[in-house]
C-alpha cells in the first residue's frame, strides 16, 4: 500500500493560505502569517549528510519525507526543550523516541552516567549493576521472573522471536498488520513505524520462506486471530503485538482484545508475547501489563530501561528463558549486552520513576496536551480523533474511532503534514510521521503543555 506523500501533495501542504474575508453570508477570518523559521544551518548538514549516509539520515523516519520539507538538525537537548543547529527552541514531545521520559539530560542520570565514567564504559564482563537492573524490573514487570539485557529493541525482538519457536518447536508467528518490532526479516511483513510513514511495501531482501511463515491478523479483532490458529493448527511458535500501538500512530487496545490473546495462546500451546518497547515503564510502574491487568509469557523491553543508552531487553518465566544459552541451547550473544553505562542509566530512570508522583504527573500533562489540542483542531473546523495513556499519546486527522491500522489509514496525513510544519514554525517539534505516537516527560510543565495549545489554535486557523 502506498503512503508515502508525493512532490505535489507536500508542496500543496506548505501554500500558505490567503487571509479571507467576508464572502456571502460567510465570515472568513483572518489569518496572520506563521513565524519565520530559519534553517540554512540544518540545510547545509542534511546536504552533505546525503552524499555520506543512505538518504541522509540512520533512520528512516527522521528523513521527514512524510512530512515535506528538510529535517531539523539537532545541536543539544535539555529537559522538555531541544534546540537545533540554527539555535531555533523546540518543545519537543519525541523524547527520542520515548526514552527521555526524566526529560532529556536528566541531571541525576548525567551524574550517574558521569561517575561510571571513571569506572568504565565497557567491559564485555559480568557486573553487579546487571543484577541491580535486573532485580528492578522483575520486581515491577507482572510476566517477568528472568530476564536478559541486549543493546536495542530490535535485537530484544528477534532474540524472543528465536525463543518462541525454540520453547514450542514451532515455526510461524502471529504479528498485526501496522504494528512494528524491530527490522528482524519477520517483522518487515505488513510492519508499521517508518515503513508505513515511507510507504514501503513488505521490504526487499526478506526471504519468501520467512515471509510465508510470518502469519498476520487485525489489531482488536480476536475472529481474525482465530481462524489463522484454525487454518494453522499446531504450527502457531507464538503471538507478538503492541499492547498498545505506538508505530501505526497510538491506538488502544480493548482489554477484552488482550484477554482474548491470552486465552487463544493458553488453549492453543502459544506464546503470547507482549513488545513493551515503547509501552514499558511508560504508560505504568509494571508497563502495559499491569495496566490492563493481562500477563503475557514473555515481554520485550528498550527505551526507557536505558535512559538514554542503547539497551532492550526480553523476559518471562523462568521455564521459557532458561531455553537460551547458556542455561538452554538457543543461542543468543551481544558485544555490549548489559554494559555498565546503559545498566547505570537505567537504573537512575526506573529511581525516579519510581517516586510517589511520577505516572500522576504524566497522565496529567499528557491528557491536558492531547484534550487542549483537539479542542483547538474542532475549534477551527478539523476532523480529530486521539488519546493518550499516561505519557503516551497521538491523534489522527479523521472522524475516528481508529482501533486499528486498517482504521488508521482514513487520516488525512496531507493535514498532518501542514499542520506538523506549523507547528515547527511555532517552536514545537512533533513526531515527524501520522503513524508515530508522541511522548511526555516529567520535565514537562504545564505552561510547556498551554504554549503547545496555544501554537495549536494559531496553526489550525492557518491550515
Same mark, same amino acid.
Not at 120 to 146: H, Q, W, Y
Not at 209 to 214: D, E, K, L, P, V
Not at 224 to 237: D, P, Q, T, Y
Given at each position: ?34 513565524? /519565520? ?76 552516567? /558521569? ?52 520453547? $514450542?518447536?514451532?515455526? /510461524? ?144 518465566? /523462568? ?24 545498566? $547505570? ?119
Amino acid at each position: 500500500m502506498q503512503m508515502q506523500l508525493n512532490a505535489k501533495t507536500v508542496q500543496g501542504a506548505f501554500k500558505a493560505q490567503r487571509p479571507r474575508s467576508v464572502r456571502g453570508n460567510v465570515a472568513v477570518r483572518a489569518v496572520a502569517a506563521p513565524p /519565520k523559521l530559519v534553517t540554512k544551518r540544518s540545510e547545509e548538514i542534511f546536504k552533505e549528510a546525503q552524499e555520506l549516509l543512505p538518504g541522509g539520515v540512520n533512520s528512516p523516519v527522521r528523513a521527514f519525507r512524510s512530512v515535506g520539507g528538510g529535517p531539523i538538525v539537532f545541536d543539544r537537548v535539555k529537559g522538555a526543550y531541544c534546540w537545533d543547529v540554527d539555535n531555533n527552541k523546540y518543545i519537543d514531545y519525541v523524547g527520542s523516541w520515548g526514552p527521555a521520559i526524566c526529560g532529556h539530560g536528566n541531571d541525576e542520570v548525567n551524574d550517574a552516567l /558521569k561517575a561510571q565514567i571513571d569506572k568504565g564504559t565497557s567491559f564485555g564482563a559480568p557486573c553487579e549493576l546487571e543484577n541491580v537492573l535486573a532485580k528492578m524490573v522483575i520486581d515491577r514487570v507482572p510476566s517477568v521472573e528472568m530476564v536478559r539485557f541486549v543493546s536495542s529493541g530490535t535485537e530484544a525482538c528477534l532474540s524472543v522471536l528465536r525463543l518462541m519457536r525454540a520453547y $514450542t518447536g514451532r515455526e /510461524k508467528v502471529l504479528k498485526f498488520t501496522g504494528c512494528y518490532h524491530g527490522h528482524a526479516d519477520s517483522f518487515l511483513v505488513k510492519a508499521g513505524s517508518g515503513v508505513i510513514t515511507l510507504g514501503l511495501p513488505d521490504s526487499p531482501g526478506v526471504p519468501k520462506s520467512t515471509a510465508a511463515a510470518t502469519l498476520t491478523a487485525t489489531y482488536n479483532n480476536l475472529d481474525s486471530v482465530r481462524e489463522l490458529f484454525a487454518a494453522n493448527k499446531g504450527e502457531i511458535a507464538g503471538v507478538i503485538l503492541e499492547p498498545v500501538v505506538g508505530n501505526s500512530g497510538f491506538i488502544v487496545p480493548t482489554k477484552e482484545f488482550l484477554q482474548g490473546l491470552r486465552d487463544i495462546c493458553t488453549a492453543e500451546g502459544a506464546v503470547l508475547c507482549f513488545d513493551e518497547v515503547m509501552t514499558g515503564f511508560r504508560i505504568a510502574k509494571g508497563c502495559a501489563q499491569e495496566y490492563f491487568g493481562i500477563t503475557p509469557d514473555v515481554t520485550t523491553m528498550g527505551k526507557v530501561i536505558g535512559g538514554g543508552m542503547p539497551v532492550g531487553a526480553y523476559g518471562g518465566k /523462568k521455564e521459557i528463558m532458561k531455553m537460551v544459552a547458556p542455561s538452554g541451547p538457543m543461542y543468543q550473544a551481544g558485544t555490549l549486552s548489559g554494559n555498565p553505562m546503559a545498566m $547505570t542509566a537505567g537504573i537512575k530512570t526506573l529511581e525516579i520513576l519510581g517516586r510517589p508522583g511520577a505516572y500522576e504527573h504524566l497522565e496529567k500533562v499528557t491528557k491536558r496536551l492531547i484534550d487542549g489540542i483537539m479542542a483547538a483542531a474542532k475549534e477551527h473546523g478539523h476532523e480529530i480523533t486521539g488519546g493518550n495513556i499516561s505519557g503516551m499519546f497521538g491523534f489522527f486527522f479523521c472522524k475516528g474511532p481508529v482501533t486499528c491500522f486498517e482504521d488508521a489509514l482514513a487520516a488525512d496525513t496531507a493535514k498532518f503534514a501542514r499542520f506538523h510544519r506549523g507547528m515547527l514554525e511555532e517552536g514545537v517539534y512533533l513526531a515527524p510521521s501520522q503513524f508515530e505516537a508522541g511522548f511526555t516527560s516529567l520535565a514537562h510543565t504545564e505552561a510547556d503543555v498551554d504554549a503547545t495549545i496555544a501554537a495549536a489554535r494559531r496553526v489550525f486557523a492557518r491550515i
